[in-house]
């Protein structure tokens, strides 16, 4: 359970930093190189989410239920 809550918590947090990426990159006052460093960040924040969700996947399989 406590990794369930772990793994949704960490995968809000990099939605969160996933969708203000992207209200970056369509504010007009937004420059080339602020725009790529924002894709960047949007494509580490998707394979970061990835990552947890892989990670959280193989303890839960390791921890034993009661």
Same mark, same amino acid.
């Given at each position: 359970?406590?990794?369930?809550?772990?793994?949704?918590?960490?995968?809000?947090?990099?939605?969160?930093?996933?969708? @203000? @990426?992207?209200?970056?990159?369509?504010?007009?006052?937004?420059?080339?190189?602020?725009?790529?460093?924002?894709?960047?960040?949007?494509?580490?924040?998707?394979?970061?989410?990835?990552?947890?969700?892989?990670?959280?996947?193989?303890?839960?399989?390791?921890?034993?239920?009661?």
């Amino acid at each position: 359970m406590l990794i369930r809550l772990v793994r949704v918590l960490l995968i809000l947090v990099l939605a969160v930093f996933a969708v @203000s @990426s992207i209200v970056g990159i369509a504010t007009p006052e937004t420059g080339v190189v602020e725009k790529a460093v924002l894709v960047a960040l949007f494509v580490g924040c998707v394979f970061a989410a990835a990552q947890v969700t892989n990670l959280a996947a193989r303890l839960q399989q390791r921890v034993p239920r009661h």
